[in-house]
T-cell receptor, first 113, second 113 residues
Framework: EAQVTQNPRYLITVTGKKLTVTCSQNMNHEYMSWYRQDPGLGLRQIYYSMNVEVTDKGDVPEGYKVSRKEKRNFPLILESPSPNQTSLYFC????????????FGPGTRLTVL | GESVGLHLPTLSVQEGDNSIINCAYSNSASDYFIWYKQESGKGPQFIIDIRSNMDKRQGQRVTVLLNKTVKHLSLQIAATQPGDSAVYFCAETKGGGADGLTFGKGTHLIIQP
């Protein structure tokens, strides 16, 4: 089954404790992206990647890092999480820039205390 | 920065009626627009897209209209069904998606029985 998976789905952590949210897709997609969703603000793009070893900042990259060492994986790293990073995070992938076929993962709900 | 926004946070319609969800965008350089549907507890799902060289595009029960003069986008859903209840987001990008996606804040469509 074609899908985007994220782990963990739920996470409660404390300020300053490094964490990684994994994202993996099994569709051989080149384009992958991370978004955060907050009430009243909609979805905002954090980082995106056009292909392996190519990453670019989205609208809200501060406090986040990503890597794209393999085509299928695009982890989101919070080196020192803060409470304002409490949010719902979505990973997405598509074949090239075929955004009309962009698949979203199920979401990761992160709470930073 | 420039952003995409929606006129109404909530829209309530009777089952069987037509729905129109509006979106205003501010980046005149945007050349590709997408409508997404997000059901509770799930990631966004692509509905329909339109490029800036078009004014109208139709799908199954959905139509997207683009008015570049006033930078306005709308999603029309015909004969709404209970399964149409969701939050709808418009998103815009330029360069065919190379610069990433910017989402609007979302409109919650409620279908009354």
């Amino acid at each position: 089954e074609a899908q985007v998976t994220q782990n963990p789905r739920y996470l409660i952590t404390v300020t300053g404790k490094k964490l990684t949210v994994t994202c993996s897709q099994n569709m051989n997609h080149e384009y992958m992206s991370w978004y955060r969703q907050d009430p009243g603000l909609g979805l905002r793009q954090i980082y995106y990647s056009m292909n392996v070893e190519v990453t670019d900042k989205g609208d809200v990259p501060e406090g986040y890092k990503v890597s794209r060492k393999e085509k299928r994986n695009f982890p989101l790293i919070l080196e020192s999480p803060s409470p304002n990073q409490t949010s719902l995070y979505f990973c997405a992938s598509s074949q090239g820039l075929a955004l009309d076929e962009q698949f979203f993962g199920p979401g990761t709900r992160l709470t930073v205390l | 920065g420039e952003s995409v926004g929606l006129h109404l946070p909530t829209l309530s319609v009777q089952e069987g009626d037509n729905s129109i969800i509006n979106c205003a965008y501010s980046n005149s350089a945007s050349d590709y627009f997408i409508w997404y549907k997000q059901e509770s507890g799930k990631g966004p799902q692509f509905i329909i897209d339109i490029r800036s060289n078009m004014d109208k595009r139709q799908g199954q029960r959905v139509t997207v209209l683009l008015n570049k003069t006033v930078k306005h986008l709308s999603l029309q859903i015909a004969a709404t069904q209970p399964g149409d209840s969701a939050v709808y987001f418009c998103a815009e990008t330029k360069g065919g998606g190379a610069d990433g996606l910017t989402f609007g804040k979302g409109t919650h469509l409620i279908i009354q029985p």
